[in-house]
């Protein structure tokens, strides 16, 4: 299924927008269970880039992973702040994806969708799943799925790119 | 179909068909116990009257053929044989498998047994004839397998001669000559002038008419007919195949197979132990048991995060309601815990099966004793263990055990011995498999991994017996020369100790060439919780299961145990050079690294290391967790857990950890040259001892009843009269002072101090301690014998004198009646009630959940005994306005307790009524009088009303008994 047949079925998806360096990106309200601020983390020494380490959230023990790293942008500058989006993935595990700031709720608009463009740099390209035209720039529909199996070691064994739109 | 009433039948089924294949080699062993043979009878007529009763119409054929047998072989006193005890375990083995095929599909599996079920009858037969002159019996038919209209009738013919063309066939049905009897009748000149019939037709046709008259075979025999039907070419011949295995059986029972192939010993297994006990129990789904474990494990976060809060407030009220959270959440906790806990019988059951079979097959005599069974374990555990289990024995069986004149030559009893035993060792469970056969050749093993590349020769050379034996649990060595049919079928013990070891426990092996081979297996005895070290390193900490753990170590950097081989760090203990693993380095934690800090001694049996960590916190018990899917492929964590701070903690598999340190050969070999002198001290003198010590004293104790080691505030102790006590778990325990055992003066306790439980698992104290030194395994060697009852003497632990307590002298000074077992006390209630009484006397849980609410819904109390010693308990203490019993159970059955009843005055007007499964039950003359009416258990309408009725007669003749009565527990109490 190609991302705009998705969209298109899914005309009334609302999105969660966040920023990650300059770029703002869109996830499915539908995936994303709730936003926390910065929890207290363990990390997890020999584990891959993109994991922080592991958060406890109530009880839950999640895997913390770092949006920055997987598109290749510089590291946070200690103690600046981040939000932690609380995403839901099919296989049933919850993860934590830190972006640098989260913004509103909105409703995808059919008229402003457009196939993931070929300039859209090749980290955003592998996890779009097209993008937004806003009058500020374009917002990136991320495939959550998709983007969590990048994080994966050997990521051949983890959701391949048979993940659809939810 | 009444689904819980299915799934009660099941339950219950299940349960007796376990104890009867355990039962039947109990009788091949004892053929004469007409004890256990009633058991077998009573379990088997129970599964076919529930099955009659539930419409399981295969399975009540299959049960009922069997309970056929066993009736002719109970009442002729037919000695049991080898032969028979298979037939029979065959039986039940159908029957299993119709039970399971119900469980999981919800309706009767469509199986054919009408081969099993026609040899059952042969053997019937059989018995009937060689027990003395009866005829061969001829069955009454079934009335569900009554002939019917045509195709029956044709089925009739097929049964006794199947082998008759469709031509022949036709004629015989038009002449009405259809049963083998009529065939003989119509003779030779008839049936060769018959349409479609040769002479050579009518001669083969009359001599298998001939054979199937002889033997009672003829239209009469629907369970023959049944298995034409359904296996038309796999038996040919019915009359024919049915001369064979009287044959065969025949033969089997003239050779008086009396000596059985494998006699089973149990030990301190008494007969009470094979009751069903469902009667207080109902059936939870695993699931909603996991995750009711999940959530109490949340439970158990949340309350070490409460009490941390709370008692940082400072706030008293506060934490007297955080206390109570704690001391409730406990309870719980330990409490859900044991909902998982199976016995390990239940794995164990199929031994003595497993042996029998083998023993036959391999023609060696083996006897099975087993010790323990009882034990406890987690079923996620028990589960994961069957598998491994069941390849030892195999594997003890089949190489182990030796043939039997080999067994002679050697001057040992021709008789194997396979011992199992499962014992509790602090928090954890063994398992010892020992076998008296011929052992494991260390030398051979040492040859084979040499010659397999496993070892270099040199490494070979130097190995020590015992480590070479555990080369056993290397993939692809197997020793035996060459590899049978029955153990290895490409299965090495390799996958045993991958088996054991995925839940946490371990193996190991030792051997005596000539003496036996003993396999040992320690295991968690939950998975879901467990007793882990927290270590800290480079500001981070891990969890390290103490499961694992040997000891700890300080080991400062001016240490002069140090060595570095090779780049590769090693600590010298007790003479050997230890490996070390530096976590800073091998987690890249940090690029500065010195050998010092402490070490946590890992043991994985075949191997050991040390883990060096900047410090040790203590051992904690946490909740395992799974990890994501980021850290699948870094196996050295085995899950996480979360600390009471909240914060989440990664927790080591060692045996993965293990793996990041490969010693390279030239290493090996040179710390090899450098160790010393094996000192290859056995396993069995070791000991797990905890080291404490008071002043300037060292005390030892061996951890064997010390159920906890706990640090606590002191103000947690508090004063019950002239004694102190502490709260605990659920109970109020006493606290003895070590100091004041050993007359030092009396210190006021401050801060947190050391208590150790020590428990035998009924009672618990606490032995309060000045300081935890240690807990390391060794061997207690009394140097010097004390004269102090308290002491076991002094030994040398680690250079250092220590003294040896005797922990059961250390226990009666807590309690000088720790050792006399309370009897328990009945719970009395006043009876005030006005409710007519009824004595409900049934073996079978099953019926008597059936019969159960009908009192409840009549009004009436019920008393409830499984079997007649019961009742007359019962009946020695109150008197019911009622007894309502069955007539087969275990004990003492329902005649005898009328009996028993009947000949005391002082219950002349009790009437009894006679509970039976099916009407054709008949009961003698002698009895029939004795019971105002028999009843049947299945009929609930009738048997509501009908007890109604009987109820009200007793009202009206006599006024109500009011009495303070003792209510027993029937149940509670067993």
Redesign the interface.
């Known amino acids: 299924m190609n991302g705009l047949v998705a969209v298109q079925e899914h005309a009334h998806t609302e999105l969660l927008t966040c920023r990650v360096g300059d770029q703002w990106i869109g996830f499915h309200v539908q995936q994303v269970r709730e936003v926390v601020t910065n929890q ?1 983390r ?7 880039d ?2 922080l ?4 959230l109530r ?1 839950r ?3 913390e ?1 770092d949006v920055r790293k997987v598109v290749g942008l510089p590291e946070r500058a200690a103690g600046k702040s981040y939000h932690v989006a609380i995403i839901e993935s099919s ?1 049933g ?1 919850d ?1 934590g994806l830190t972006v640098d700031e989260v913004g509103e709720v909105m409703l995808l608009n059919p008229d402003h969708y457009e196939p993931t463009p070929r300039s859209l740099d090749a980290v955003w390209k592998e996890v779009s799943e097209g993008v937004l035209k806003l009058e500020d720039g374009v917002l990136v529909l991320v495939n959550v799925e998709r983007f969590i199996a990048l ?4 990521a051949e064994q ?1 959701v391949s790119d048979a993940a659809v739109l939810h | 179909m009444d689904e819980e009433l299915l799934a009660e039948f099941l339950l219950e089924s299940n349960e007796n068909l376990s104890a009867i294949e355990q039962q039947l080699m109990d009788l091949e062993a004892n053929p004469q116990d007409e004890e256990i043979l009633g058991a077998i009878f009573r379990a088997i007529h129970t599964v076919k009257g529930s099955c009659g009763f539930l419409g399981l119409v295969g399975l009540e054929k299959v049960a009922h053929a069997g309970e056929n047998l066993l009736s002719k072989i109970r009442s002729l006193k037919f000695a049991m044989n080898a032969d028979l005890v298979s037939l029979l375990l065959e039986c039940t083995d159908a029957i299993t498998s119709l039970l399971d095929g119900l469980e999981s599909e919800g309706v009767e599996p469509d199986i054919d047994h009408s081969g099993l079920i026609n040899r059952l009858h042969v053997a019937e037969r059989l018995v009937a004839t060689m027990a003395g002159g009866e005829k061969p019996a001829i069955e009454t038919v079934p009335e569900d397998t009554a002939n019917e209209g045509a195709t029956g009738t044709l089925k009739e013919l097929q049964a006794w001669a199947p082998d008759v063309s469709d031509k022949g066939a036709a004629a015989l049905l038009e002449n009405g000559w259809l049963s083998a009897q009529a065939v003989m009748d119509a003779g030779f000149a008839t049936l060769k002038g018959l349409d479609g019939f040769t002479a050579g037709d009518a001669l083969k046709l009359l001599g298998v008419a001939k054979v199937a008259v002889k033997h009672g075979n003829n239209d009469e025999k629907p369970a023959v007919a049944a298995k034409v039907d359904s296996e038309p070419s796999a038996e040919p011949k019915v009359a024919a195949s049915i001369e064979a295995n009287v044959e065969v059986v025949k033969k089997n029972m003239a050779e008086g197979s009396t000596t059985s192939p494998v006699a089973v010993k149990k030990t301190a297994i008494k007969a009470t132990t094979a009751k069903p006990k469902s009667a207080g129990s109902i059936r939870v789904d695993v699931d909603l048991l996991d995750s009711l474990m999940n959530q109490v494990g ?1 439970l158990v ?2 309350r070490n995060r409460l009490v941390q809060m709370v008692q940082a407030s400072g706030n008293m009220d506060f934490v007297r309601v955080s206390r109570d959270v704690d001391h409730v959440t406990e309870q719980l906790q330990s409490q859900l815990l044991r909902t998982r806990m199976q016995p390990i019988q239940s794995v164990w059951n199929s031994v003595p099966r497993i042996v029998r079979d083998m023993g036959k097959q391999l023609e060696k005599k083996i006897t099975v004793v087993m010790h323990g069974e009882e034990t406890e374990l987690d079923r996620t555990i028990l589960n994961a263990l069957k598998d491994p289990l069941t390849h030892i024995i195999r594997n003890s069986c089949d190489h182990g055990i030796e043939m039997p004149n080999e067994r002679r030559k050697a001057g040992k009893p021709a008789e194997g011995t396979l011992r199992l035993s499962a014992s509790q060792e602090s928090g954890f469970i063994v398992i010892l498999i020992e076998d008296d056969g011929a052992g494991i050749d260390a030398e051979r093993v040492k040859k084979k991994a040499v010659s397999m590349g496993v070892l270099t020769e040199e490494q070979g050379e130097k190995i020590s017996s015992k480590a070479a034996l555990q080369l056993i649990f290397h993939a692809g060595l197997s020793t035996a020369e060459n590899v049978s049919n029955l153990s290895g079928r490409g299965v090495g013990m390799d996958v045993v100790r991958t088996e054991i070891e995925r839940v946490g426990g371990n193996v190991d092996i030792s051997s005596e060439p000539g003496k036996g081979t003993t396999l040992r297996i320690r295991i968690p005895l939950t998975l879901a919780i467990i007793l882990a070290m927290i270590v800290r390193c480079h500001g ?1 900490r891990f969890a390290i299961p103490q499961m694992s753990i040997q000891e700890l170590l300080s080991a400062p950097k001016d240490s002069n145990e140090w060595r570095v081989i090779g780049g590769q760090s090693f600590y010298r203990l007790r003479g050997k050079l230890l490996p070390i693993m530096r976590l800073k380095e091998t ?3 940090s690029d500065t690294v010195e050998d010092e800090g402490s070490i946590v001694v890992i043991d994985l049996g075949d191997r050991n290391f040390g883990v060096l960590v900047d410090q040790i916190h203590g051992a904690e018990e946490i909740v395992v ?1 799974p ?5 699948q ?2 196996g050295f ?1 085995g899950g ?1 857990s ?1 600390l009471g701070d ?5 927790i080591f598999d060692c045996n993965e950890l293990a793996n990041l340190m490969q010693l390279s050969p030239e290493v090996e070999a040179m710390r090899q040259a450098e160790d010393g002198s094996e000192n290859d001290i056995s396993r069995d003198e070791l000991q797990h001892t905890l080291v404490f010590s008071q002043g300037e004293q060292r005390f030892a104790i061996p951890m064997v009843l010390i159920e906890r080691l706990e640090l606590f505030p002191a103000e947690r102790i508090e004063h019950s009269g002239a004694s102190e006590v502490l709260q605990y778990r659920d109970d109020v325990i006493a606290v003895i002072r070590w100091g004041d055992l050993i007359g030092h003066d009396e210190q006021t306790l401050s801060g947190d101090v050391y208590g150790l439980i020590l428990s035998d698992g009924h009672k618990r104290m606490c032995l309060q301690v000045e300081k935890v030194e240690d807990i390391l395994e060794t061997p207690l060697e009394i140097k010097k014998r004390s004269e102090d009852p308290l002491f076991l003497g002094t030994s040398v632990i680690n250079g250092t004198a220590t003294e040896v307590i005797d922990v059961f002298e250390v226990v009666k000074k807590a309690d000088i009646n720790w050792f006399a077992r309370t009897s328990p006390t009945l719970a009395s209630s006043d009876d005030t009630g006005f409710r007519q009484k009824i004595l409900f006397v049934e073996d079978a849980a099953f019926f008597r959940n059936l019969v159960m609410p009908i009192f409840e819904v009549l009004g009436y109390e019920a008393w409830v005994a499984k079997d007649g010693l019961e009742a007359c308990k019962i009946l020695e203490e109150r008197v019911p306005d009622l007894i309502l019993t069955d007539l087969e159970m275990p004990n003492m059955n329902g005649y005898e307790l009328t009996d028993w009843v009947r000949e005391r005055e002082e219950f002349d007007d009790i009437p009894i009524v006679a509970l039976t499964a099916t009407p054709v039950d008949e009961i003698d003359t002698v009895h029939q009088n004795k019971f105002v009416e028999v009843m049947l258990k299945l009929d609930r309408q009738s048997l509501t009303k009908g007890l109604s009725e009987v109820m009200a007669n007793i009202k009206k003749k006599k006024p109500l008994r009011v009495e303070g009565a003792v209510v027993v527990d029937v149940d509670a109490s067993i």
Not at chain 1, 42 to 48: A, E, V
Not at chain 1, 151 to 154: A, F, H, S, V
Not at chain 2, 627 to 631: D, K, M, N, P, R
């Open positions: 207290e363990t990390q997890m020494p020999l584990s891959s993109a994991v380490g592991l958060i406890n009880g023990v999640m895997t992973l296989s595990e993860f994080t994966i070691p050997r983890g | 949340e976060l949340t981070q987690l890249k934690l967790k990890l994501g899917v980021h850290f492929h870094l964590y996480c979360i909240g914060i989440v903690i990664p």
